[in-house]
């Protein structure tokens, strides 16, 4: 099966960078992605590493790290707008069915504060 | 259409009761996937179609739960005899063809359905 741990809130100021860590365990694995959702919203796709190293886009980041089965989200110049909801997820085969399904981690809270 | 709709948006209904949840992917994705979200938790998911291959039903709770796809695009989430613990938001997702380069799902808003 499979397992995600991530931390359940985090807090910091307008400004800020932050950084979600992600440990997986899992059976099958063809990479990790992020996902975030404000407050009553659907979850929204932010990046996608199939491969070690890092992944920018904008002011997000992601890394991999397969050998530690690691990962984490990195935002950076926070805005009161990146108050959310950040999911990992795993990437991984479909139980006997072709291509592959996503195994969510339990979120982790962001608040931003002025 | 240019995003995943699903209706409706909520449903309140009554213990024991039978409810029909509905998700109409975007057009040309041929995955689709069905997650259940509790207050305050992570997605936890149903079942996945792809295309015309035997679906994974692993993440089905229980023998209440059952979905179909037909015609490889809308699908339909159907839950019997509904119990409280079926109280959460039911989110449809839809991904371009497998192997394609855009690995993201794009999610509907969602179904909260209330058991009373």
């Known amino acids: 099966g499979q397992s995600l741990e991530q931390p359940s809130e985090v807090t910091a100021v307008e400004g800020a960078i932050v950084q979600i860590n992600c440990t997986y365990q899992?059976?099958?694995?063809?990479?990790l992605s992020w996902y975030q959702q404000h407050d009553g919203g659907a979850p929204t796709f932010l990046s996608y590493?199939?491969?070690?190293g890092l992944e920018e886009t904008g002011r997000f980041s992601s890394f991999l790290s397969r050998s530690d089965s690691y990962g984490y989200l990195l935002l950076q110049e926070l805005q009161m707008k990146d108050s959310a909801s950040y999911f990992c997820?795993?990437?991984?085969?479909?139980?006997?069915?072709?291509?592959?399904?996503?195994?969510f981690g339990g979120g982790t809270r962001v608040l931003v504060k002025p | 259409g240019a995003g995943v709709s699903q209706s409706p948006s909520n449903k309140v209904t009554e213990k024991g009761k039978d409810v029909e949840l509905r998700c109409d992917p975007i057009?040309?994705?041929?995955?689709l996937y069905w997650y259940r979200q509790s207050l305050g938790q992570g997605l936890e998911f149903l079942i996945y179609f792809q295309g015309n291959s035997a679906p994974d039903k692993s993440g089905l709770p229980s023998d209440r739960f059952s979905a179909e796809r037909t015609g490889g695009s809308v699908s339909t989430l159907t839950i019997q005899r509904t119990q409280q613990e079926d109280s959460a938001v039911y989110l449809c997702?839809?991904?371009?063809?497998?192997?394609?380069?855009?690995?993201?799902?794009?999610f509907g808003s969602g179904t909260r359905l209330t058991v009373v």
């Open positions: 057009s040309g994705h041929t995955a």
């Open positions: 590493n199939a491969l070690d």
């Open positions: 997820a795993v990437r991984a085969p479909a139980a006997g069915a072709a291509g592959n399904k996503l195994t």
């Open positions: 899992t059976s099958g694995f063809y990479g």
């Open positions: 997702a839809s991904s371009p063809p497998f192997g394609r380069a855009n690995y993201g799902y794009t």
